[in-house]
Structures are given as structure tokens and as C-alpha cells.
């Protein structure tokens, strides 16, 4: 049982608390989703339930936290750690040597287990997590899924009532993470093990919870009830509870399989009324050259051949999305195009010049790009502070950009965010309004905040600002929305499309298809080092069995992919 009575916790140095007079009464036994908007507390709550915070990261907190009848903060960590596994958003995180059995083996050995019931442990873990096969496979070659099951192993090694875990599927490709999930339902059913994760992929998990946590950002009730209750109340909810929500259906379907119960008989009453027809979507001409090139690209690491023989092509004013499972090569391309990876074979050229015998910051001030994790490019010692750096590296003097935001600037924004009255970043002289740019991705509020000291969305955004204030002709993202709730992905697709519409090329590496359902003017699917089809989404997303999104499940055959598609008929 975990009890929560007013919990309230601040980090040093915060103005307010990241949580605040949170009171809740968790059952055990149950596969519990915390949920709720972007830098509300959520990885603060989870670090509370096993004594992270305050131990790791100081801080005061007051109210009653009881796990298993333990106070987190009198017991410590190394105590919950018993009761409490914990897994990290980034599983590389808590690894700690280079191979698989060895990191299971870790914790047992760290609380003097004898060797003989070590061995048994150890055994019982891997089949547990289906993880025998791979017992002797260093860890740096698992792929995504495969890294993520070691680390609940290693979490499930100490036997804990409760396992916790921190977005767990956020840097995995659909069947992975289906994969991951089904793990965990097995080891809730099987063995009545408590697990409570935070993720914002809704659309993954639904299927699997039986009680959802809402944690508001806004100072209102923390709610907790079962899945279909809480998503009546909410407004984070997945495409198909969104288009549930707008078209009355009841019960409220959390599943396909529910939603198809009122889909297909809607669907037939639509077609009869001729109202079924593809809703218009941004068609992108070609025109002009194209402003990224790959040609023949091959990179290899030791014996593997990573990328075999890639061709690619980005278009100033185009979005394109690239798909496919962890360990495609699709991140290996992106670091290529910018110069962090020197392909054995092939060229690549940005805006017409070969990227050979040029340096990496070179090609930079040309092309943005933004890697898995926003980590690698905080360092400054506060959020306005990382775009004056990124503007100073970058040889812009200081006349050219401002701190303070503008009347005019203010009158604009509204207008700003949905693509309208953006500054051209290849035709016009840049100015580069810091605060603005802030506004825009609604971190104004953290100009002066440390971003190391901000949630995983919120550095997502950091970073974002980061590599864009320089308006760049091109822009590359690898798994953009990780750590984002819906509504902050909505932000960010409206600045892509807005930053697409005045000529921007842009690439999109990302493991959520809803995003690329509503972003992309063109879709790659690339597997084992090779591109395996291209085309507009309708066509290689709608029928993919792994990449096709809610909504196209729901609605086979109309050539809808987003909750706006389908509204657009009503």
C-alpha cells in the first residue's frame, strides 16, 4: 500500500514547489498510469515513493509518504530499494557494467546475497523478462526494447512488491514497446506486483491500466480513478478517446477493438450520406533543389554495416518523417548529415555544398539539429543564457538579437504559433528575438530557470529554442516529443509547420506515429540500414500493421491519420 497525506516537495532554490499537498491512497496489486502535463511533478512523484527525493536531490518536503508501511525519507533509498525498483527514463542511465547478466547480478551482489542464491536469482530473473537467450550479449549491442527489459530486470532482481517506472517507452518503437508493456502486464498478473508508470504516449498504454493518476499542473485536485473515468474529465487523452469524446460515443472506448463497436456502424451512416472524403492536407511541391542530400551513404561501426547505401532528400518548405524499428540506422543518418558521423561511402551535401573536409559547426550554422537527448546541448546556467551562447557561437553579434520582447512582438505571437508572420530563415535578414522564441514554446516563465533543473519535456523545449533561434535552413530532430503531453506536442507541431511554411527543411526521427500522422508531408520507412518504402503518409502509414496510427485503425480505407481528419466530417 502506498499512502500519500499532503505531500508537498520544493528543490532547492525553486520559487514554488514541484509538488504540492498531494494526497493519495494507491492500492496494491494494480498497473497504475500516472499521467498529466509536461513539468507537472510526475518524475518528482516517483523519485518520492522510493526516497530519490529529497536524498539525491536535496530539497525540503513536508507531509506523510508511506510504501509498504516505510517512510522513504527516514528509511533511504538503499532500504526502498527493496520494495521500490525503480526505472529510469533513459535505461543506460542505471547501467552500471557492460553485460547483461552482470547488470541483473549487480544488486545482489551490493546486498551480500550468497553466491548460490545469487545464481538462482539471477536464473529466475532472466526467464522472467524472456532475457536467457541474451545473458551474454554486452549491453551497448541490445536494441532499444531489449536495453529497456535488462532494466527492469535489474530492478526486479531485489524481488521488490513495486515497481515504478519513468516513461518507459519513450525511446522505443511500437513493437517494442508492445513488447516492454506486455512484460510488465505478465509480472502484474503473475506475480500481483504493483506497477506505476508515468508515460505520455497514452495512446500505447491505455489498453493495459486499470487505474489512472491525473497530476495538474494548474493548483486543481489530484484525480484518481479507473482508466475510463479519469479520461472523461481530462483533456490529455489519445486520438481515439478524443474522437470518442467529440462523437458521444458511450461507454467510452480505451481500446480499437471498443472504438471499432462505433466506428464501423458511424462510418457506414457517413458513407451513406456522402459525407467520407479526405480531408485537405498540405501537399508539398518540389521545386528548386534540394536543400539536404545523401547519395549512396554507407557507415559502418567495426564489422557492422549501419547504413547501406542511403539516398535521401529534403526539400526547403518539407517535412519529412522517418520511421522504423530501434536500431534502423534512422539516428546514424541524421548524426551523418550533420557531420558527427563521416560515412565510409556515399556523399552528403546541405544547401548545394558537399559536407567533406567541412566541420561540424560549420555545417550547424546551416542545419539544427537536436538529438535524443537534450542533455548534450544544456550547459549555460540559465535558459536565456543557452540562446545567447548558441547566438555567440554562431559569430551573431549582439546588436542583432534582444532580450526584451517588443509590442509588436507581443501583438504577433497569437498568430506566430500557428505559422503565421515566422521569419523566413533562408531569404530574409535574421533578427533573433530571444524572449519571443521563448513565448513561443511557452517557456518564458524559465528564461532565468537552470535547465539541467527542469523536466524532461521542458529540456526537450531548451534545446529546441536552442538550435532554432539561429533560424537555420534545415532542421533535424531525433525523437522530438519524448517527455511532451499533448498539448505541448500540439505546440510543437504547429512551430514545425509554421517554420515549414517559410521554407525550412525539415527531418523528423521519431518513434510516435501520431506526430508523424499530423506533421509529415512525406514518410521514409527505413529497416536494417535501408530505405524499404517512401510516400505521403496515407499511403505508407495507413497500412502499416505497426506504424499506422489510431486513427487510420479505426478508420480503414478513408485515408484519415489524425482526430482532426475525422472531425472535419461532423
Given at each position: ?108 551482489e551490493n546486498a551480500a546475497m550468497a553466491p548460490a542464491a545469487m545464481r538462482v536469482r539471477v536464473e529466475e530473473t532472466l526467464d522472467l523478462l524472456d532475457l ?402 517512401e510516400g505521403e503518409p496515407s499511403e505508407v502509414m495507413a497500412t502499416s500493421p505497426l506504424f499506422a496510427p489510431q486513427i487510420a485503425k479505426l478508420f480503414p ?14
Amino acid at each position: 500500500m502506498i499512502r500519500l497525506e499532503h505531500l508537498t516537495y520544493t528543490y532547492p532554490g525553486a520559487a514554488s514547489p514541484a509538488l504540492s499537498n498531494i494526497s493519495l491512497d494507491l492500492p496494491d496489486g494494480q498497473l497504475i498510469l500516472l499521467i498529466g502535463p509536461s513539468g507537472a511533478g510526475k518524475s518528482t512523484l516517483l523519485r518520492c515513493l522510493n526516497g530519490l527525493a529529497p536524498h539525491f536531490s536535496g530539497g525540503a518536503i513536508s507531509g506523510v509518504v508511506r510504501v509498504n508501511g516505510y517512510d522513504p525519507v527516514a528509511a533511504t533509498p538503499r532500504v526502498l530499494s527493496q520494495h521500490v525498483g525503480f526505472v529510469f527514463q533513459d535505461p543506460e542511465a542505471q547501467f552500471v557494467t557492460d553485460r547483461v547478466e552482470d547488470e541483473i547480478a549487480f544488486a545482489l551482489e551490493n546486498a551480500a546475497m550468497a553466491p548460490a542464491a545469487m545464481r538462482v536469482r539471477v536464473e529466475e530473473t532472466l526467464d522472467l523478462l524472456d532475457l536467457t537467450p541474451l545473458r551474454d550479449r554486452p549491453l551497448k549491442q541490445l536494441s532499444g526494447g531489449e536495453r529497456q527489459r535488462v532494466a527492469i530486470a535489474a530492478a526486479l532482481a531485489l524481488r521488490p512488491s513495486i515497481l515504478v517506472l519513468d516513461e518507459p517507452t519513450s525511446q522505443l518503437d511500437p513493437k517494442s514497446a508492445e513488447d516492454v508493456l506486455n512484460a510488465l502486464v505478465r509480472l502484474n498478473h503473475d506475480l500481483g506486483l504493483t506497477v506505476i508508470l508515468a508515460e505520455h504516449r497514452l495512446e500505447r498504454v491505455l489498453p493495459y491500466v486499470d487505474s489512472i493518476i491525473y497530476l495538474p499542473d494548474d493548483g486543481s485536485p489530484v484525480i484518481f480513478d479507473d482508466a475510463r473515468a479519469v479520461m472523461k474529465q481530462v483533456e490529455l487523452t489519445p486520438p481515439l478517446v478524443t474522437v470518442g469524446k467529440r462523437l458521444g460515443w458511450q461507454p467510452l472506448p480505451l481500446t480499437i477493438k471498443e472504438g471499432l463497436r462505433f466506428s464501423r456502424p458511424w462510418l457506414t451512416e457517413q458513407r451513406q450520406r456522402d459525407s467520407v472524403r479526405p480531408r485537405h492536407r498540405h501537399r508539398f511541391v518540389r521545386t528548386g533543389a534540394p536543400y539536404l542530400q545523401a547519395r549512396r551513404v554507407k557507415v559502418r561501426y567495426g564489422a557492422q554495416e549501419v547504413l547501406r547505401g542511403v539516398d535521401l532528400e529534403v526539400w526547403p518548405g518539407e517535412i519529412v518523417v522517418l520511421m522504423g524499428r530501434n536500431g534502423a540506422g534512422k539516428t546514424t543518418l541524421l548524426r551523418s548529415l550533420v557531420g558527427l558521423v563521416r560515412p565510409q561511402a556515399g556523399d552528403i551535401y546541405v544547401n548545394g555544398r558537399p559536407n567533406k573536409e567541412r566541420e561540424v559547426a560549420d555545417i550547424c550554422r546551416q542545419v539544427g539539429y537536436l538529438p535524443q537527448d537534450p542533455n548534450t546541448l544544456l550547459f549555460a546556467e540559465s535558459v536565456g543564457k543557452e540562446l545567447e551562447v548558441t547566438l555567440r557561437n554562431h559569430g551573431v553579434e549582439r546588436g542583432n538579437w534582444r532580450l526584451e520582447i517588443s509590442d509588436q512582438e507581443t501583438e504577433q505571437f497569437s498568430d506566430s504559433v500557428s505559422g503565421v508572420n515566422l521569419q523566413s530563415p533562408i531569404t530574409q535578414a535574421p533578427a533573433f528575438p530571444i524572449t519571443s522564441l521563448l513565448k513561443r514554446l511557452n517557456l518564458l516563465d524559465k528564461a532565468d530557470a537552470y535547465p539541467r533543473d527542469l523536466s524532461v519535456g521542458e529540456r526537450q523545449r531548451v534545446a529546441l529554442a536552442a538550435i532554432t533561434v539561429t533560424q537555420p535552413g534545415a532542421l533535424l530532430l531525433d525523437e522530438p516529443t519524448r517527455g511532451l503531453d499533448y498539448a505541448a506536442k500540439r505546440t510543437l507541431e504547429q512551430l514545425l509547420h509554421g517554420w515549414r511554411n517559410d521554407g525550412m527543411a525539415i527531418l523528423v526521427v521519431t518513434h510516435d506515429v501520431e506526430l508523424a500522422a499530423a506533421i509529415a508531408d512525406r514518410v521514409i520507412l527505413m529497416s536494417q540500414g535501408e530505405i524499404i518504402a517512401e510516400g505521403e503518409p496515407s499511403e505508407v502509414m495507413a497500412t502499416s500493421p505497426l506504424f499506422a496510427p489510431q486513427i487510420a485503425k479505426l478508420f480503414p480505407e478513408t485515408g484519415w491519420l489524425t482526430a482532426d481528419d475525422v472531425s472535419g466530417v461532423k
